[in-house]
């Protein structure tokens, strides 16, 4: 459980390497401790064996909405 999220999404971003990677963008609510939010998801990706990630942020401003209220993963990919 993740109380500090507000929103995570996942995208897939292809690497240097030709390798595609999951983009973890997290938006965490007023207040959170990113430091220890961060330590949380690491050690719960860890012990997922989750390992090879292209990168995650963790922010508090929301990403790329539609009209639908649905966070665009096409502009998410576009912004890695």
Do not use: Q
């Amino acid at each position: 459980n993740f109380s500090e999220l507000f929103d995570c999404s996942v995208v897939g971003v292809e690497c240097e390497n030709g390798e595609t990677w999951p983009k973890i963008i997290c938006e965490v609510i007023e207040g959170a401790n990113v430091a220890e939010l961060r330590e949380k998801v690491t050690r719960f990706l860890a012990e997922k064996n989750i390992s090879k990630l292209a990168s995650i942020t963790f922010d508090m401003k929301p990403h790329f909405y539609g009209v639908t209220g649905k966070v665009l993963k096409r502009l998410l990919r576009e912004e890695a």
